[in-house]
């Protein structure tokens, strides 16, 4: 399965091998710009779509492409995404795909609630509850990018696959599953990045949603320009450790650039910024935002394979 342009929504297209779509799966953010009108996943052989427990996907032997909502009453986001993560789990086991190789989450108001209350901090709470009872370790983590939205609930869009995939750390940034204490009661699970090793494949390389941390600190608070760079800087140091499994890969050899912006009024400086580091030729997809820390202004997410891989 690949990803052949940018968001809004998994629609119907016709390919040259087949098409599907995931019924009702869209992206819950304000487009900014000219976005490109939908994300196309593509795969190699047929696959049939799905529900499950309140999420609808599409899945063949290889790979499953799946997007789940969950309303939140009483209850509170935490047991929600204890909820979420353990219905992930079971349609995993279910369609014998058991690993998670890449998760979008969108939640809504993500920075309401002081302290250990807030909502981003309750959510990874929840999650961690459930990882640890389904028994995923932190080497088999996944890539991830968790926004917030204006849509309520909690939206996730996620890709289960039969084989685990490789994960990487960012040796600038601190694993967030080791973030210390002061960012909530339990950490954040998910990796940098994962490389997927499609059987008889070139591989292919998701980067999680990517911020201006250093360590485990946010940089440049108040400075869009700063927390630019150091978001790429980021994404390259990724990309350096990718390459002894991708290759070298330079910023015209990802699929696009998604960046996800806390204030629309910043789009066409973070354009200017972005055009003058990465060139001409790379798509970039701007997408407007809440993020998981009340300082930071951008997040970046890219993916990237190899030209002609054929995705199982
Ligand atoms: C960070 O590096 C920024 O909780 O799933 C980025 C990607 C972030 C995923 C998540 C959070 C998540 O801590 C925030």
């Given at each position: 399965m690949r990803i052949t342009l940018g968001p809004i929504g998994i629609q119907a297209q016709t390919l040259t091998r087949l098409h599907y779509a995931v019924d009702?799966?869209?992206?819950?953010?304000?487009?900014?710009?000219?976005?490109?009108?939908?994300?196309?996943?593509?795969?190699?052989?047929?696959?049939?779509q799905g529900s499950f427990k309140g999420i609808v996907y599409a899945a063949n032997a290889h790979v499953c492409l799946a997007s789940l909502q969950l309303a939140e009453h009483?209850?509170?986001?935490?047991?929600?995404?204890?909820?979420?993560?353990?219905?992930?789990?079971?349609?995993?086991?279910?369609?014998?795909l058991p690993h998670m190789l890449r998760v979008w989450h969108y939640l809504y108001a993500l920075n309401e609630g002081e302290g250990d209350a807030e909502r981003y901090k309750?959510?990874?709470?929840?999650?961690?509850?459930?990882?640890?009872?389904?028994?995923?370790?932190?080497?088999?983590?996944?890539?991830?990018?968790?926004?917030?939205?204006?849509t309520p609930g909690v939206r996730m869009h996620f890709i289960l696959v039969k084989q685990p995939p490789l994960n990487l750390e960012?040796?600038?940034?601190?694993?967030?599953?080791?973030?210390?204490?002061?960012?909530?009661?339990?950490?954040p699970a998910f990796a940098r990045a994962s490389i997927m090793q499609w059987p008889e494949a070139a591989p292919q390389l998701?980067?999680?949603?990517?911020?201006?941390?250093?360590?485990?600190?946010?940089?440049?608070?108040e400075d869009l320009a700063g927390q630019v760079d150091e978001s790429l800087r980021n994404i390259q140091t990724l990309l350096q450790a990718a390459a002894e499994t991708m290759g070298d890969l330079q910023w015209r050899d990802l699929d696009f650039l998604k960046i996800y912006l806390r204030h629309d009024a910043?789009?066409?400086?973070?354009?200017?910024?972005?055009?003058?580091?990465?060139?001409?030729?790379?798509?970039?997809?701007?997408?407007?935002?809440?993020?998981?820390?009340?300082?930071?202004?951008?997040?970046?997410?890219?993916?990237?394979r190899p030209a002609g891989v054929k995705i199982p």
């Open positions: 009702g799966m869209n992206i819950p953010l304000k487009a900014l710009g000219n976005a490109p009108e939908c994300e196309l996943w593509q795969a190699a052989s047929p696959v049939q009483e209850q509170g986001i935490a047991a929600v995404a204890e909820q979420a993560y353990l219905h992930l789990h079971e349609l995993g086991q279910h369609l014998g309750q959510f990874c709470l929840g999650r961690a509850q459930a990882l640890e009872y389904a028994g995923v370790p932190a080497e088999h983590l996944h890539a991830a990018t968790l926004v917030g939205s204006q960012n040796p600038r940034q601190t694993s967030a599953y080791h973030y210390p204490r002061e960012y909530g009661p339990r950490q998701f980067v999680s949603g990517t911020a201006s941390i250093v360590g485990h600190r946010s940089r440049h608070a910043d789009l066409e400086r973070t354009r200017q910024q972005l055009r003058s580091v990465v060139g001409n030729d790379l798509p970039l997809i701007f997408l407007q935002a809440g993020l998981c820390r009340a300082e930071l202004l951008v997040e970046i997410e890219t993916q990237a």
